[in-house]
T-cell receptor, first 113, second 112 residues
Framework: SQKIEQNSEALNIQEGKTATLTCNYT??????LQWYRQDPGRGPVFLLL?????KEKRKERLKVTFDTTLKQSLFHITASQPADSATYLC????????????FGQGTELSVKP | EAGVAQSPRYKIIEKRQSVAFWCNPI?????LYWYQQILGQGPKLLIQ????????DSQLPKDRFSAERLKGVDSTLKIQPAKLEDSAVYLC??????????FGNGTRLTVT
C-alpha cells in the first residue's frame, strides 16, 4: 500500500533561517502533491500545490520541490518567523487511488525568536 | 467567503453512546469530505461526497459510522455505538472541482 512519511521529530530553528521539511512516498508517483499548514485546534489550510511534471513552485517565502526519481518533496520557508510555527502536512493524490488525497503525519515546526 | 462550518466544537461521550457531527461546506462546493485525525497523525479520509452521492467510503467503518448529504449541501456524520478508539478530531472539508481542500476547524470527540 502507499506510504507517505514526513519528519516525525519536531523541527526547531532560529528566526531568519530557512526551514526545510521533507515528504517521502513509496510505490506509485502521485498526480500532484499539496502542502497544508495546521495550527493547534484548527483545520489544515492549503499552501501550495505542485504537479508531477513540475520541479519547483514558489509563493512568497515558500518553495516546494518535487523529485519523482527520489520520490520526495521538499518544502522550504525562507526568512522564517515565529508566526510560521505550526504543523505542516503534505498530501498526495495518486492515479491508482482515484485521485483521493492521502496525508502524511505532519511535521511540527517551531521557530524561535 | 464564509468558511466551512462545523458543530459542535467539542463532544465528550461514553463508549457505546451515539454522536452526530454537522458540516456546512462553502457555498457552491460540490465535493464534501469527512476526515478523521487522531492525535499526532495526519487526516484520514472517511467518506467523500460529490453533491449528494458517495464517491469513496472505502475507509468508513460502516458497522458503526454513517454519513449523509441529503440535499447536496449540509452533511452529518454519525457514530453509533462509539468506541474508545474513535476519540479523534473529525474534520469536514469541501472543494470546487479539483481545487485544494478547504477545512473546517473540526469537532474534537472524546470517548470515555
Amino acid at each position: 500500500s502507499q506510504k507517505i512519511e514526513q519528519n516525525s521529530e519536531a523541527l526547531n530553528i532560529q528566526e531568519g533561517k530557512t526551514a526545510t521539511l521533507t515528504c517521502n512516498y513509496t510505490n506509485y508517483s502521485p498526480a500532484y502533491l499539496q502542502w497544508y499548514r495546521q495550527d493547534p485546534g484548527r483545520g489544515p489550510v492549503f499552501l501550495l500545490l505542485i504537479r508531477e511534471n513540475e520541479k519547483e513552485k514558489r509563493k512568497e517565502r515558500l518553495k516546494v520541490t518535487f523529485d519523482t526519481t527520489l520520490k520526495q518533496s521538499l518544502f522550504h520557508i525562507t526568512a522564517s518567523q515565529p508566526a510560521d510555527s505550526a504543523t505542516y502536512l503534505c498530501a498526495l493524490a495518486f492515479y491508482n487511488q482515484g485521485g483521493k488525497l492521502i496525508f502524511g503525519q505532519g511535521t511540527e515546526l517551531s521557530v524561535k525568536p | 467567503e464564509a468558511g466551512v462550518a462545523q458543530s459542535p466544537r467539542y463532544k465528550i461521550i461514553e463508549k457505546r453512546q451515539s454522536v452526530a457531527f454537522w458540516c456546512n461546506p462553502i457555498s457552491g462546493h460540490a465535493t464534501l469530505y469527512w476526515y478523521q485525525q487522531i492525535l499526532g497523525q495526519g487526516p484520514k479520509l472517511l467518506i467523500q461526497f460529490q453533491n449528494n452521492g458517495v464517491v469513496d467510503d472505502s475507509q468508513l467503518p460502516k458497522d458503526r459510522f454513517s454519513a449523509e448529504r441529503l440535499k447536496g449541501v449540509d452533511s452529518t456524520l454519525k457514530i453509533q455505538p462509539a468506541k474508545l478508539e474513535d476519540s479523534a478530531v473529525y474534520l469536514c472539508a469541501s472543494s470546487f472541482n479539483d481545487s485544494p481542500l478547504h477545512f473546517g476547524n473540526g469537532t474534537r470527540l472524546t470517548v470515555t
